[in-house]
């Protein structure tokens, strides 16, 4: 079984309790993310990678941007589907978005990609450019760290505390980066802005929010 696999048979089992990282503050980091996305982009359809139960389709529903989703875990695309059943959400790897044929002013890929492997998030940022209208947005967050390695039970600091610890344990793959490491995968895209998130302890993570440049001019 590969990591993919393993990850995603743990999402289908914890879907139904996954939303006890929805705590009202890590909602409130993650709309004013979402908002500042929203800011910057030059149109209004965005791609919503690794959408999960749907929430952050939804709020950027809201906001006015017209949004198609997908993620590879039938248990999260159910529950998706059930909470917005007029929206589009597909059941696709991260690994093949270039089945895709549709462009997007932007992609919002929160708390997704570092479940792929380092040399998978290299190919998926070069579909993801191909993805983008000139002049779109990414955004995206990523674990600061070291190495890549099958985590089993949340860490310290993971939005809803000993709740997620207790219900959300299971095999995930994730990779970690450090700072330095990423500008060598950011090709062709500028970085506009970056902070680090809500997640204080253990090692932290990172939000960017990447414009697509023309090659050979990031
Ligand atoms: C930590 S959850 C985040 C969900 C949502 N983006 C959010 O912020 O609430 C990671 C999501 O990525 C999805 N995922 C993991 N590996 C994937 C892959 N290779 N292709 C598509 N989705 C994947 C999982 O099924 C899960 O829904």
Redesign the pocket.
């Known amino acids: 079984m590969d990591h993919?696999t393993r990850?995603?048979e743990t999402?289908?089992q914890i879907?139904t309790d996954?939303h006890v990282?929805?705590t009202p503050e890590h909602r409130a980091w993650?709309e004013d993310s979402m908002r500042e996305f929203y800011s910057r982009l030059p149109g209004k359809s965005v791609l919503?990678?690794?959408?999960?139960?749907g929430?952050?389709s939804r709020y950027l529903q809201t906001l006015g941007t017209h949004a198609t989703s997908?993620?590879?875990?039938e248990?999260?695309l159910s529950l998706a589907r059930a909470s917005d059943p007029v929206g589009k959400y597909l059941h696709?790897?991260?690994?093949?978005t270039q089945k895709i044929e549709q462009t997007f002013d932007g992609i919002?890929?929160?708390?997704?990609l570092y479940?792929?492997t380092k040399p998978?998030f290299r190919i998926c940022l070069q579909d993801f450019h191909r993805r983008l209208n000139p002049g779109g947005v990414l955004f995206l967050n990523l674990k600061l760290g070291a190495g890549e390695h099958f985590i089993e039970i949340p860490r310290d600091g993971y939005p809803g505390g000993a709740a997620a610890k207790e219900k959300l344990s299971g095999s995930?793959f994730y990779a970690f980066y450090t700072r330095n490491e990423l500008s060598e995968y950011f090709v062709n895209y500028s970085v506009e802005m970056e902070r680090r998130d809500l997640l204080k302890e253990g090692d932290g993570a990172m939000e960017f929010w990447l414009r697509k440049c023309l090659k050979g001019t990031s």
Not at 48 to 53: F, L, M, Y
Not at 92 to 96: A, K, Q
Not at 108 to 112: G, L, Q, R, S, V
């Open positions: 993919a990850t995603i999402y289908d879907a996954y990282i929805a993650l919503v990678a690794g959408c999960g139960e929430r952050d997908f993620d590879l875990s248990g999260m696709l790897d991260l690994r093949h919002w890929a929160c708390a997704c479940h792929l998978e995930r």
